[in-house]
Structures are given as structure tokens and as C-alpha cells.
């Protein structure tokens, strides 16, 4: 159990830990989950990406024709998925040919491939996507269907 002398101390450091206070230092907090892109809230990070995001949204909607506001937010969750997957694999790719390009760590490795780590959670974050990505086509198939029959 925690004693009350404890409990202050906590609570004295909980009012000096309240997180960034300027603009710039929210900004730079906000991009704290895009090491690998994956649980980013942030869907792209340039005027570039945007333009191919939004390319391949629409071509998402071209191609289920969402009619209800639930089916445009399923067809929008989709590209936002796909999307990150695509992140992950550039950031695979990224750390492979960071790995290659490391001369000291190609003279001290034998093969040039990601640590058992960086491939458990990549593949994890693949499989996850995956699923869901899955899920989001049936759910978005499934409304399509209910509609068609009514």
C-alpha cells in the first residue's frame, strides 16, 4: 500500500509533469507516435503524401460508391489502413537499407536483415492491419448487401 507521504510526492510531481506547454512543443509531442507510422493519429506528413492519399481514397470511392455517412466512414477507415500499411512497409525498408548502409554494423553482422524484435513487431503490426483491413471490406460488403436487398 502506498503511504500518504507517497501519495503527496506523487501528486507534487504530477503538477511539474503536465506536458508541453508552447505551441511548438505540442507540435513536436503531437508526432511522437510516427517513428513507424503505424498508430499515428496523422494520416500523412506532406503535401505530397496527401496528394497520393487522397488519390487513393477516392479511387476507394470510386469503387464501393459508399451512399450512407457509416459506409463513406468505412470506406475512409479502409484507405486510412491501407495507408498504414503502406508506412510500415517503407519503414521496414527504410531500416533495412539504414542496416546496409552501416558499415560498422555490416562488418560486425553476418546477414543484413531487421533484429528478431524489429520483425515480431512489424509482423505484428502487419497482422493487425491485415485483420483489419479485413473486417473493415466485410463490414462496408455486408451494409452494401443490406441495402441492396431493401
Do not use: C
Not at 498504414?84 to 536483415?113: C, G, H, N, P, V
Amino acid at each position: 500500500m502506498t503511504s500518504e507521504r507517497q501519495i503527496a510526492a506523487n501528486r507534487r510531481n504530477a503538477q511539474r509533469s503536465t506536458g508541453p506547454r508552447s505551441p511548438e512543443g505540442r507540435e513536436i509531442s503531437s508526432r511522437n507516435s510516427q517513428r513507424h507510422g503505424v498508430l499515428s493519429q496523422r494520416v500523412t506528413t506532406d503535401i505530397e503524401e496527401n496528394e497520393l492519399y487522397e488519390r487513393m481514397l477516392n479511387g476507394f470511392m470510386d469503387e464501393y460508391g459508399p451512399r450512407s455517412e457509416t459506409e463513406i466512414l468505412l470506406v475512409e477507415r479502409l484507405a486510412n489502413l491501407f495507408w498504414r500499411e503502406r508506412r510500415l512497409i517503407q519503414t521496414e525498408r527504410s531500416q533495412l537499407s539504414l542496416q546496409q548502409s552501416d558499415i560498422y554494423a555490416a562488418s560486425m553482422a553476418k546477414d543484413q536483415s531487421l533484429t528478431l524484435t524489429d520483425q515480431l513487431l512489424i509482423g505484428r503490426y502487419q497482422t493487425m492491419l491485415t485483420n483489419q483491413i479485413n473486417i473493415t471490406i466485410s463490414q462496408i460488403e455486408r451494409l452494401m448487401q443490406r441495402e441492396a436487398a431493401e
